[in-house]
């Protein structure tokens, strides 16, 4: 299995320590890491075995081998890997969610950390994950629904005009409440969530092109089979 470190959390400390914010962001970071936490034993539990570990700003982010054989078990319009996958993207904000429960119901505090904060951010985390977003946990839930129900190529159109439309809402929302909260924590949430619509929408055009690549070919064939 493969570690990885990215870099750019450097920077984001540095963000954060120059405006005294990097207890906070600590916390959240703990609280990002058993939410990834949560992904990957599920994952194990479904049988995947893990690919790759890394340390984001943002978290960590862990990838498995898919097991091939699940291609083979059909369900309606997709297989049984579509269904694992939203098994394993909704288990990191549930851990969320029974960490914010747990801790909110014996009040439990880490450190200097009180019990409202802990609660908070597990929460903030949690519904973070959801926003329906591609690759956040939200997308790929979605992304994963459609697959099954619709097929694969809907799943990725459906899912890249969803991230796209919410993406340009949260930016609306998130410029007001800068405005008027002055804090550089959504501004870089806001910068965050940008780069990886844009990273997915170049990915997206990519999968289309080849798709209409193969459909040329298919009519093509199709054309030369007639004659």
Do not use: D, T, W
């Given at each position: 299995m493969q570690i990885k470190f990215d870099l750019k959390i450097f920077i984001v400390v540095l963000i954060f320590l120059l405006t005294r914010q990097l207890e906070i962001y600590?916390?959240?970071?703990?609280f990002a890491i058993l939410h990834e936490m949560g992904h990957l034993i599920t994952g194990v539990m479904l049988?995947?075995?893990?690919?790759?570990?890394?340390?984001?700003?943002?978290?960590?982010?862990?990838?498995?081998?898919?097991?091939?054989k699940n291609y083979n078990e059909k369900l309606e319009c997709a297989n049984m890997v579509a269904l694992k996958k939203i098994i394993i993207s909704i288990s990191g904000p549930i851990t969320n969610f029974v960490i914010a429960l747990v801790c909110g119901f014996f009040q439990i505090s880490i450190l200097n950390i009180s019990t409202e904060f802990i609660v908070f951010s597990n929460l903030l985390i949690g519904f973070f994950n959801l926003i329906p977003i591609y690759p956040l946990d939200g997308g790929r839930i979605i992304?994963?629904?459609?697959?099954?129900?619709?097929?694969?190529k809907t799943s990725y159109h459906y899912t890249y005009i969803l991230s796209n439309v919410t993406i340009i809402f949260i930016t609306i929302v998130s410029s007001i409440a800068i405005l008027y909260l002055k804090n550089i924590s959504i501004l870089l949430i806001l910068i965050y969530l940008w780069v990886m619509v844009i990273i997915e929408n170049k990915k997206y055009n990519s999968k289309m092109n080849i798709y209409r690549l193969i459909e040329n070919i298919d009519s093509k064939d199709k054309c030369t089979s007639e004659v």
């Open positions: 600590c916390v959240i970071m703990l049988g995947f075995k893990p690919r790759k570990l890394e340390l984001l700003p943002v978290g960590v982010s862990a990838c498995f081998y898919m097991n091939l992304k994963g629904i459609l697959h099954i129900k619709q097929g694969l």
